[in-house]
């Protein structure tokens, strides 16, 4: 069977809309009491916005597949999308069965998401890397230190964009780890670890 | 009279020299923020709530604001050199202003615009003294009826004012208010969608949704689309309009601060309808429309005042209701929050120095802005050259830092990066992000007036249509929809979009 898809980009919105409606209503009406129109529980709310949420995402999906739109373009498929949330998942059931901290299996998930983009889906390099970045940056803040964990996120999200030069990068990177240890360590007192955790004394602060 | 005091007031707080920097540093920011094309209000305050913490609210807020006004300023900037929207409000000054430029007139398009938002900018402070103590007076009357209709309303007109599918923006809307339901249950104390993730029972920070749906996911579609800019180098020129552009350029102007300041005030408004719709109205008037498009002084002049009187009168609803009309407004709520100061009302009463001070400072901030933008032109369009692959690194580094310090958690970092690949999503499939965001502010808000009304009917839903207030908002939010879902005036939207995003 193909189905011919006149609006890809309001078929796979009205999907979007009505499984998370869908999900929400469902979820609240397994798990939390409904209560009555007079004492609203906290199932109600949620209960009626989900169903509001299926009933658009109906109208979005049905009007897609009689009125024609423009064409949808994505640098991945679905199947990579099953492919990266079974990575997480995966790692995150082997570190559980190992003993490790879940921080470590998400860290783990997001180095191999890396380097699978940048090696068969080098199209979703701005999506993975960018993103990728922050959460390398955010579990590696406390360990490393602002010093390194800077530098991770500073050349992986420059290695996302058109042109990679070391030089470049490495002096934007002087650049901003200067400025961030001026304005936010030392001027604003934002409590940051600076040093790795495993440097004994820190130089600076 | 009491105004006048109230203004002694507001301008004994605004012309403190800490106060003063405040609203220098704010300017400065939005004025930067606003000539760099990708980098947009909404993701440079969420970037700073998190700081504002060390400083007083008043400080806070003089801030805050700077930024937001500050930023259609220096929008245009960058609109009339590089034909870029520096600034989401001002696509529309691309039109003419660009035009302008390439005529060599580019300087008095620049101060064009710079005077004509100062004088929009006073109007627009003006208007919000003498209009927000009534509507707080008014506001203080309203029942959980009419601030669950009044959400209602605004939440209508969010979507009615989104670009494309009206049923997408609703259901936007209702995602929003889902996800900020998530966290614990005022009422019941129970722990809803967090999936036993402890992090989550404080609900999703509204910082980290707003970095990742306007901060990663805007990098991330700005670097798929690749880097192609050419700045306008030929020089700006003299300043000096001739007199025959002054003179065309007055009544643009005086028509764009009526419009904009009318439109900031609905909920849903703010700088970005204004512009569009000052557009639209001086190529109505024009006696020269043919002109439009290629270098018309009031298709500069109109936008810009309309634009910046938009953002500064939107401050109104806020202000007296705290009710957010726009993504910028929900952030300013939520800066408010993170003082310890409930939105509302009662604001104006318990805090006369935060409210006036705040509306002086608008006025200061506006002479700092001409300022700025005409003898320092310069040094903006030095900005200009700096390519967008030293930029976005840096902003990067800028939201995590803001978005980790807020609890020290990776959790928040881990999130945002998740709405980034939402909101990303979203893009693609041409879902606008900003209802969203006044969704997930007033969803919880909306669910407790909503229990209290219905507690206080006795479980009757015609308490929405008996009490008049709620029945006009309801009556309004109705008349909105079917508007827009009126086949004949929906092809108008969708054609005036189209003719404006070009």
């Known amino acids: 069977m193909k189905l011919r898809i006149k609006a890809p980009k309001d078929f796979w919105a009205g999907v979007m809309f009505i499984s998370l409606g869908a999900f929400f209503m469902i979820w609240a009406l397994t798990h939390y009491q409904m209560g009555t129109a007079v004492r609203m529980g906290p199932a109600y709310f949620p209960t009626v916005l989900g169903g509001l949420m299926v009933f658009l995402g109906a109208l979005v999906f049905i009007e897609s597949l009689a009125m024609q739109g423009p064409s949808l373009t994505l640098p991945f498929n679905i199947v990579d999308l099953v492919v990266a949330v079974l990575i997480y998942a995966g790692l995150g059931w082997i570190f559980k069965l190992m003993g490790i901290g879940g921080d470590y299996a998400i860290l783990a998930g997001t180095v191999v998401l890396i380097v699978l983009s940048v090696l068969f889906r080098p199209g979703t390099k701005p999506l993975v890397l960018i993103s990728a970045a922050c959460v390398i940056y955010g579990y590696l803040m406390k360990p490393l230190g602002l010093i390194l964990s800077t530098a991770l ?34 001027g604003l007192t934002l409590p940051f670890p600076v040093c790795p955790a495993f440097m004994e004394t820190c130089p600076i602060r | 009279m009491e105004i006048l005091n109230n203004l002694i007031l507001g301008f004994g707080v605004a012309i403190s020299p800490i106060h003063l920097l405040y609203a220098l540093i704010g300017v400065m920011l939005g004025t930067l923020i606003g000539v760099l094309p990708g980098v947009g209000p909404v993701a440079t305050i969420a970037m700073l709530l998190p700081i504002t913490f060390n400083l007083s609210p008043i400080a806070a807020l003089i801030m805050l604001a700077g930024i937001y006004y500050g930023a259609q300023y220096g929008g245009s900037t960058t609109a009339i050199l590089v ?16 035009q302008m430029a390439r005529q060599g007139r580019a300087g008095p398009a620049l101060a064009t615009a710079a005077v004509g938002s100062f004088f929009a900018g006073c109007v627009a402070t003006l208007i919000i003294a003498v209009a927000a103590p009534p509507l707080a007076e008014v506001a203080l009357k309203f029942g959980p009826a009419e601030y669950f209709s009044l959400m209602v309303l605004g939440l209508v007109a969010a979507t009615v004012l ?39 029972s404080d609900g999703i920070g509204f910082v980290v949704v707003a970095m990742g749906m306007f901060g990663t996911a805007e990098i991330i579609a700005n670097l798929e689309q690749g880097e192609h800019r050419e700045v306008f180098t030929s020089k700006v020129g003299r300043l000096m309009p001739t007199r025959e552009d002054i003179r065309r350029a007055i009544p643009a102007v005086l028509r764009g601060t ?33 002109q439009f498009g290629k270098g018309a ?14 953002a500064q009168t939107s401050f109104i609803p806020m202000l007296t209701l705290g009710i957010p009309g726009n993504a910028v407004m929900a952030l300013m709520i939520g800066a408010l929050m993170i003082q310890g100061i409930a939105p509302g009302p009662q604001v104006m009463n318990e805090k006369p120095e935060l409210f006036w001070g705040l509306i002086a400072s608008m006025w200061v901030g506006n002479a700092f802005l001409v300022i700025l933008n005409l003898p320092l032109i310069g040094m903006w369009i030095k900005l200009l050259t700096v390519p967008y692959r030293y930029l976005y690194p840096a902003i990067l580094v800028f939201m995590s830092i803001g978005v980790f310090s807020l609890s020290n958690n990776p959790f928040d970092v881990l999130i945002m990066a998740i709405f980034g690949v939402i909101g990303y999503i979203c893009v693609k499939l041409e879902c606008e992000p900003a209802p969203m965001i006044l969704g997930f502010i007033l969803g919880p808000l909306m669910e407790e007036n909503l229990r209290r009304a219905m507690l206080l009917s006795r479980g009757d839903p015609s308490t929405f249509i008996t009490k008049p207030i709620s029945a006009g908002f309801i009556i309004a939010s109705v008349i909105l929809l079917l508007i827009v879902a009126l ?16």
């Open chain 1, 153 to 186: 996120l500073v050349f992986i999200a420059a290695f996302a964009g058109h042109e990679f030069k070391w030089k470049e990068v490495g002096i934007l990177y002087v650049v901003l780890i200067v400025f961030s240890i001026l304005v936010f360590v030392k």
């Open chain 2, 83 to 98: 034909n870029l929207p520096g600034e989401s409000a001002s696509v529309v000054t691309c039109l003419d202003g660009y």
């Open chain 2, 162 to 200: 989104a670009h494309g599918s009206l049923i997408k923006a609703i259901a936007m809307v209702v995602f929003g208010l889902l996800l900020g339901l998530i966290g614990t249950d005022v009422n019941s104390g129970v722990l809803r969608f967090t999936f036993d993730v402890p992090e989550l």
């Open chain 2, 258 to 290: 009526a419009l904009g300041s009318f439109l900031g005030i609905l909920p849903g408004g703010g700088a970005l309808l204004s512009s569009f719709g000052a557009y639209t109205v001086e190529k109505k008037l024009s006696k020269h429309p043919e």
């Open chain 2, 297 to 310: 002084i009031e298709g500069v002049a109109g936008p810009e005042a309309a634009n910046n009187a938009g």
């Open chain 2, 487 to 502: 086949p004949a005036i929906r092809k108008k939207r969708d054609e005036a979009f189209v003719e404006q995003k070009t």
